[in-house]
């Protein structure tokens, strides 16, 4: 599904597009290849493989950039990785978790055993080719880019800031999404103390495109759901959260 020029949504639980356990799957047509970022569950391969063939008419170069090692985002890297033959980033606390397959670490065995998961979901073990760090450019076929580190929904959490398609743009991933709403989660290393030590970093970037893992995204405006976000955090109460009454992804 093409959301600009450049952007395509390639995977996506909750628009039907692949498996109901996949985070969106955003992709890029870079200058020099495809740039995806996050794998999704894995359990609708195929599905997201064809969106990709349909979308970009060149995968033979690419890159693939996990946000951080939760099963809806990671359990598909290995089969995708196999497939399209590009080199995965990851950070450096994501890479351990990706190259052992640990399942307890990525948070698959306990939510499998709370039922948000199918008994036959795993995490294939997979090779990290290139270890992204907070704030230190990358360049991506092509692509600009800018890892921002947000431990708070996991503790290797990280969004990342580009210009796309003459839009400043942030791939927010499970740390913020429309609406203002934060990613915190009942899970070990989801900590609220993350997200008020680091959202702050995302203060007065005038980002315009907002593309968060799950949810809305929109291609306007974004900085001011981020402005909500950090104002919700600055007072005394529990800011808005995933899964809190009607916001549900």
Not at 206 to 233: K, M, N, S
């Amino acid at each position: 599904m093409r959301i600009s020029p450049s952007l395509a949504l390639v995977g996506s639980g909750q628009l039907g597009l692949s498996s109901r356990f996949d985070c969106h799957l955003y992709a890029v047509q870079a200058p020099e290849g495809v740039v995806l970022f996050d794998a999704g569950s894995g359990l609708k391969h195929d599905w997201v493989m064809d969106h990709l063939r349909s979308e970009f008419a060149d995968l033979s170069r690419g890159a693939m950039v996990v946000t951080h090692a939760h099963p809806d985002h990671v359990c598909g890297l290995a089969a995708l990785a196999g497939e399209l033959g590009w080199p995965v980033y990851a950070s450096a606390l994501s890479r351990p978790i990706l190259e052992t397959g640990d399942e307890a670490a990525a948070g698959l065995v306990v939510t499998r055993a709370m039922g948000g998961y199918p008994p036959d979901l795993r995490l294939a073990p997979v090779g990290v080719d290139h270890v992204y760090a907070d704030g230190e450019p990358l360049n991506l076929c092509g692509l600009a880019l800018t890892p921002i580190a947000q431990p708070g929904h996991s503790p290797d959490s990280s969004v990342f800031l580009c210009e796309l398609d003459g839009r400043r743009t942030l791939f927010s991933a499970d740390v913020v999404f429309y609406g203002g709403v934060l990613g915190l989660i009942n899970v070990d290393g989801s900590e609220l103390s993350g997200f008020r030590a680091n959202l702050p970093k995302l203060a007065n970037l005038g980002v315009e495109a907002l593309l968060p893992a799950h949810g809305l995204f929109t291609l306007r405006f974004g900085q001011r759901h981020i402005d909500i976000a950090l104002a919700q955090l600055a007072k005394g109460f529990v800011p808005r959260m995933v899964g809190q009454g009607d916001i549900i992804l």
